[in-house]
């Protein structure tokens, strides 16, 4: 059985239709990315998988099924008991996600209790800086002491990696985790996101622009455009096979070492 299916979602917001007739089967172990330029749906349809669509948004046609069943009408408390624990979200900047009145330890010592709602802090704390420790970052017990601003973008990223990864959820939806990093950083965090699907058996749905590292770590590319699915296939089918004009203008439009030079 697939673990996600999305069956002809149409989502609007008010009277006006962003997405219509979105169609995915993922597939065990798989790894997933959305592409296409800004304004496209991308985003939307991965809110729509967690039930976050903001202002008024709304699935108005077709269904979403996690495991089998349908995600939609689910009410705020089955909600809040799947969030975070079956499916995770990281977002572009998973910085600007955090109070920056607080620290790393007290965000995250109240995500785990909200969870776990026995679990001492003392034990929230612990198990927060081996999950810190586990994804690279060096002593996670002076990162949960530390403010958001006092961290680089590629630590804030690992800790939002961290906080989604903390009950090994079946589905981590990734929303342009890279877009806001430096080279060498996006880099690790792509490895970074290998090594997830790798050893905690993920599946990875992720949001982007960037058509280079969607190929590096895609198993399956879905092309978007103007709300709809453009084109899809395996990586190797889109990157080389594929006959549709848009995704040619997209790979056209990835820069490129060589060429002449003028001075």
């Not at 069956?7 to 089967?25: H, P, Q, W």
């Not at 990162?143 to 079946?170: C, D, H, N, W």
């Not at 050893?199 to 092309?223: P, R």
Request: hydrophobic fraction near 40%.
């Amino acid at each position: 059985m697939a673990l996600l299916e999305i069956k002809n979602a149409c989502i609007s917001y008010g009277s006006r239709e962003i997405v219509k007739d979105f169609n995915l089967t993922l597939e065990p172990g798989q790894l997933c990315s959305i592409v296409g330029e800004s304004g496209s749906g991308k985003t939307t349809v991965i809110r729509a998988v967690l039930g976050l669509l903001p202002g008024g948004g709304k699935v108005t046609g077709g269904d979403i099924l996690f495991e089998g069943n349908s995600l939609l009408g689910k009410s705020k408390e089955e909600w809040r008991k799947l969030r975070g624990t079956e499916i995770s979200m990281i977002f572009q900047d998973s910085g600007a996600m955090m109070n920056p009145t607080r620290k790393i330890g007290a965000s995250y010592v109240e995500y785990i209790r909200t969870h776990e709602k026995d679990i001492s802090k003392q034990d929230a704390w612990d198990k927060a800086v081996r999950m810190l420790e586990r994804m690279r970052l060096p002593s996670g017990d002076n990162i949960m002491r530390s403010y958001p601003f006092q961290l680089s973008g590629g630590m804030r990223q690992r800790v939002g990696i961290a906080m989604g990864m903390t009950y090994e959820p079946k589905l981590l939806l990734a929303d342009e985790p890279t877009s806001a990093l430096d080279v060498t950083t996006q880099a690790q965090i792509i490895r970074q996101f290998m090594e997830l699907r790798d050893d905690f058996g993920t599946n990875i749905i992720m949001v982007t622009h960037n058509l280079g590292v969607a190929a590096y770590m895609s198993d399956y590319l879905i092309v978007m455009k103007d709300g709809l699915i453009e084109d899809q296939g395996d990586r190797d089918y889109i990157l080389h096979h594929s006959e549709n004009a848009y995704t040619k203008m997209l790979l056209d439009a990835v820069p490129s070492l060589g060429g002449e030079r003028y001075v």
